[in-house]
């Protein structure tokens, strides 16, 4: 074997070796930060070359291209959770039969409920002690929840994310 | 530039339908990932003889070919088993893997006779042993897989568990020197020329015993506490099942001569208790308790010997290992010096003088590998250790159930700290003990057990990233009353 083709072997060896590492870094990086707000803030480009006179449908529009796909817990003890959503309703709660089973003092065994209706998620209270609050407002019927406000149940706090 | 090996989704339009499940089960990338690593393996292979016989023989692919069809199979237990797993996970430990039954072989090939090394068998040698033992553990980690449909059932037979464990724990050091010893540690057990290490697979049971003990008692550890000099010390009482298990490992320490398998068992409880209770005392304790008995042990070896000087020894060796380097200290100098060798790039695969260290096979593997490697290469490997730890970890934090997440969490840091013990033990970081590099080193024991241990984390993952409505999900449950009942409103407290 010459010694240039092993010397370059040994080389091209580590880098293939790093370059596995960074690959697999590649693939988990979408919740290798999670906590961290989520990467995707750009809106869907088709809408940058709207006309002004639709200016009012744009955000609807922006709104209805990023549909939340993940609940994630942003602060509490199970903060870092993410659920992948599917069409099924979300119960939450301290009862062991909850979706999201929270663990947290201020919470009921039964605390809330989240819904889905035409792609859109509604919060409801299911007769809290504490109260579920949206943002700053309690929620007293079903509300939507829009992207990235926070739902607060005692000391946890969720948000839907893209 | 879009990168072609990170296959991302498209949020805008993969909305409402149904289908966009299966593409986040991220199996195809799983699959390419794998693949690269057997690439990976395959090349190692390819430059080892290169080097050492001067040409690569029309057989060299054979190994990596049978490391990939055993992980293809894994691939694909996963993918009908456990669909939405961890997709880092299987590659990752496929590619140490490899690379172990790799250097082991080319150990095999720097052994044999000149005139035998063409036509190395290729089940021959501690290579071609680790091989089979490769394929037994992948199997049995699918056969857990395929067993435990939920890990949460697991946790009924917790107490069996727990008692396997100690049982497996005690069992070399009860057993006389004879079957037990070997190398001066009491870890194992030998029938004929069989020796497993019991040990290994205590360390999964006495998990599974542990995580499921502190979610039964997580409320008292945490909430019931003094508060001194700002901390929350737990009560008195409540310190009984940490000061038996801080027991049991100083016995351990002691009877089996082995401070790695004490600080691992130690350390697995402490880390479980402080992630079931979020309270630093209990890591604060922890460390004063070990640090606290590993002083006194080697104070008591000093002073009296007995059952204490071997780990005094090791200590003495550790200060100062090139006081007797040809006798006492031979071991950590030659891995010390394998490793300064190796320099930043090493000496190429096949290019290093393995042979000289004592235990290359085992404990100083790492020390092999990383003469011929390199920090270059050491410092990938230790990354890709990293990443499965963290991909553990993060699959305690996305399943939702408490047992689940004590139970990643916890298997999880147990790989993390072996790891540390070994690396840090023969880099002269911490005393050396005889602990196994996991998925590297030869042994049959250390391979399956950490095998088992990766096929809960998949299982774990797959349950902590399935979608809420997928099959087996919650909502669907047949037994209890509809949630709404439970929840409809029977009062409205106002502000």
Do not use: C
């Not at chain 2, 049995?140 to 107490?159: K, N």
């Amino acid at each position: 074997m010459p010694e240039l083709v092993i010397t370059v072997a040994r080389f091209g060896f580590l880098v293939l070796l790093w370059i596995f590492v960074f690959t697999v870094v590649g693939v988990i990086r979408r919740d290798l930060f999670a906590g961290a707000r989520s990467g995707r803030l750009v809106a869907a480009p088709r809408t940058v070359g709207a006309s002004t006179g639709q200016a009012t449908a744009k955000p609807a529009k922006v709104k209805r291209g990023r549909a939340a796909h993940q609940l994630v817990v942003t602060a509490g003890q199970l903060a870092g959770t993410r659920i992948t959503l599917g069409e099924a309703q979300i119960t939450i709660g301290r009862a062991e039969d909850s979706t999201l089973v929270i663990t947290d003092d201020y919470a009921s065994a039964r605390h809330a409920r989240l819904v889905p209706r035409d792609g859109q998620w509604f919060v409801e209270d299911l007769g809290s002690t504490n109260g579920t609050y949206l943002d700053r407002a309690k929620v007293t019927g079903p509300t939507p929840v829009p992207l990235g406000v926070p739902i607060r149940i005692g000391r946890t706090s969720l948000e839907l994310r893209p | 530039m879009t990168a072609p090996a990170t296959p991302a989704s498209s949020p805008a339009t993969a909305g409402e339908r149904p289908g966009v499940r299966m593409a986040r089960s991220r199996r195809n990338a799983e699959l390419s990932l794998l693949l690269l690593a057997m690439a990976l393996v395959a090349a190692y292979g390819a430059m080892v003889e290169a080097k050492v016989l001067d040409t690569v023989t029309p057989g060299f692919w054979v190994p990596a070919a049978t490391l990939t069809a055993v992980f293809l199979g894994m691939h694909l237990v996963i993918r009908f088993l456990a669909p939405f797993a961890d997709p880092a996970l299987l590659p990752a430990v496929a590619l140490l893997n490899g690379l172990g039954v790799g250097f082991l072989r080319r150990l095999d090939l720097a052994k044999a006779a000149p005139e035998e090394r063409a036509d190395l068998a290729i089940f021959a040698g501690i290579g071609g042993r680790q091989l089979a033992w490769t394929l037994i553990s992948v199997v049995l980690a699918a056969g857990l897989l395929a067993l435990m449909r939920d890990h949460r059932s697991i946790s009924r037979y917790a107490y069996t568990l727990g008692l396997a464990g100690i049982v497996l724990v005690m069992l070399p050091a009860v057993l006389p020197a004879s079957i037990s010893e070997i190398n001066g540690a009491k870890l194992w057990v030998r029938i004929g020329s069989f020796s497993i290490q019991p040990g290994e697979f205590a360390k999964l049971a006495l998990l599974v015993f542990f995580a499921y003990y502190l979610v039964r008692k997580r409320e008292v550890l945490s909430l019931a506490s003094h508060r001194f000099l700002g901390i929350d010390f737990p009560r008195g009482r409540d310190l009984g099942p940490v000061l038996v298990v801080w027991a049991i490992s100083l016995l351990v320490l002691v009877f089996e001569k082995d401070l790695g398998t004490s600080l691992l068992y130690f350390g697995m409880f402490v880390a479980t208790v402080y992630i079931a209770t979020e309270r630093v005392s209990w890591l604060l304790i922890g460390l004063v308790l070990f640090f606290g008995g590993a002083y006194l042990a080697y104070v008591l070896g000093d002073a009296v010997g007995g059952p204490f000087a071997n780990f005094y020894l090791r200590a003495q060796i550790w200060l100062d290992p090139f006081a007797q380097p040809y006798d006492e200290g031979y071991q950590l100098v030659q891995g010390l010096l394998a490793l300064g060798s190796g320099g930043l790039f090493g000496a190429g695969p096949g290019g290093g003088q393995p042979l000289l260290l004592p235990e290359v096979q085992n404990d100083f593997i790492f020390a092999g590998i990383g003469e011929e490697i390199g920090l270059f290469g050491l410092s990938a490997l230790l990354v890709i250790y990293l990443l499965i730890v963290e991909r553990g970890l993060r699959a305690a934090l996305a399943v939702r159930d408490s047992f689940g997440k004590l139970l990643a969490g916890g298997l999880a840091f147990t790989l993390a700290l072996q790891v540390f013990v070994i690396v840090g033990g023969i880099s002269k970081l911490i005393p050396l003990t005889g602990q196994t590099t996991p998925f590297l080193s030869a042994g049959g024991s250390s391979l399956m057990a950490n095998w088992l241990l990766i096929a809960v984390l998949l299982r774990v993952s797959d349950a902590g990233r399935r979608p809420v409505d997928g099959a087996g999900g919650k909502v669907t449950r047949p037994s209890g009353p509809p949630e709404q009942l439970h929840g409809a409103p029977t009062e409205v407290i106002k502000p």
